[in-house]
């Protein structure tokens, strides 16, 4: 079984593209992030007639989440428990939720797709939005595995943070003036290790970067950034059998500012594929 992350930056540009490597790869379970669009916006009917059924979580032209998948999906959550919410200019509880986090089943797995808030400045109210973000989705993955330590669950999307310097090559990202590579970022991402999460991807594709900017000829020169993760439990990590990163799907026309991370599971997979004639 197969399985992927990508951060498409609007699937309404790019879906012939995802529809396209989607079954060029033989993918069988697609978390997408930054659709964009609304569920109604969604182009769903190149995915379905490439045999994908679809979980959509999107409100307007920003963030937006949405799954792709050859099998049926249960258990849908478009958020988790006490996720916070972001307004400019407010502070406290009860801010609205923006439409960064969808979770699934499918065949045992408990998948999230995930599009974790950018932070934009440390001095910005959305660097303590992110960090606020990042620390309920660690106190709601403690919960998940202690009610089911054998859960296979993997939280996968664009983290936002680089958490090595390794995962850094971009002119002017300084440490202690940046997003992405400070403390507290970098804490809030290994914390969940602490939760019994691994990255299932690093052990086999140790370098690599997954996102590169449009501007400054950027993915030529490989100034770019490893932040897009698959962090599974020990129950999901047990059935990887390899990874990758599909760096040339950042090449071409209009691509995606980010590229694919893929795992490949060795599960006992359902038959109930739809048929494609």
């Known amino acids: 079984m197969r399985i992927a992350t990508w951060n498409v930056n609007s699937i309404r540009a790019r879906a012939p593209r995802v529809v396209d490597w ?11 992030q930054e659709i964009k669009c609304t569920p109604e916006q969604f182009p769903a009917a190149a995915f379905e007639e490439a045999g994908y059924e679809l979980v959509i979580h999107g409100k307007n032209q920003w963030n937006g ?26 502070e406290g509880e ?8 969808l979770g699934i089943t499918v065949n045992d797995l408990r998948l999230w797709s ?48 680089a958490p090595l310097d390794s995962d850094a090559n971009v002119p002017g990202l300084l440490p202690g003036v940046s997003t992405h ?3 507290p970022e970098r804490a809030a991402f290994f914390a969940f290790e602490t939760a ?11 370098e690599g970067f997954t996102y590169w900017d449009y501007k400054r000829l950027a993915f ?6 490893r932040i897009d993760f698959i962090l599974g439990s020990p129950a999901f990590g047990d059935l990887v059998t390899d990874a990758s990163i599909h ?8 691509p995606s500012d980010h590229v694919p991370v893929v795992v490949d599971l060795e599960v006992e997979e359902d038959d109930d594929r739809p048929m494609i004639f």
């Open 65 to 90: 989440v949405a799954f792709a998948s050859r099998y049926g999906m249960t258990d849908v959550a478009t958020s988790f428990p006490h996720m916070p919410g972001f307004l400019k200019g407010e």
């Open 114 to 161: 995930l599009y974790v808030p950018n932070g934009r400045s440390l001095d910005d109210p959305h660097y303590a939005y992110k960090l606020d973000w990042l620390a309920r989705l660690l106190d709601h993955t403690r919960a998940e595995l202690a009610a089911d330590p054998g859960l296979a669950l993997a939280l996968m999307g664009d983290w936002n943070v």
């Open 196 to 206: 019994g999460l691994a990255d299932v991807v690093r052990p086999l594709v140790p």
């Open 247 to 254: 760096r040339n799907e950042r090449k071409g026309d209009a």
């Open 181 to 183: 590579i400070s403390p």
């Open 94 to 101: 009860g801010l609205p939720l923006e439409a960064r986090a």
């Open 22 to 32: 989607l079954v060029r790869e033989d993918i069988d379970v697609l978390a997408m």
């Open 220 to 225: 030529p020169r490989n100034e770019g950034m």
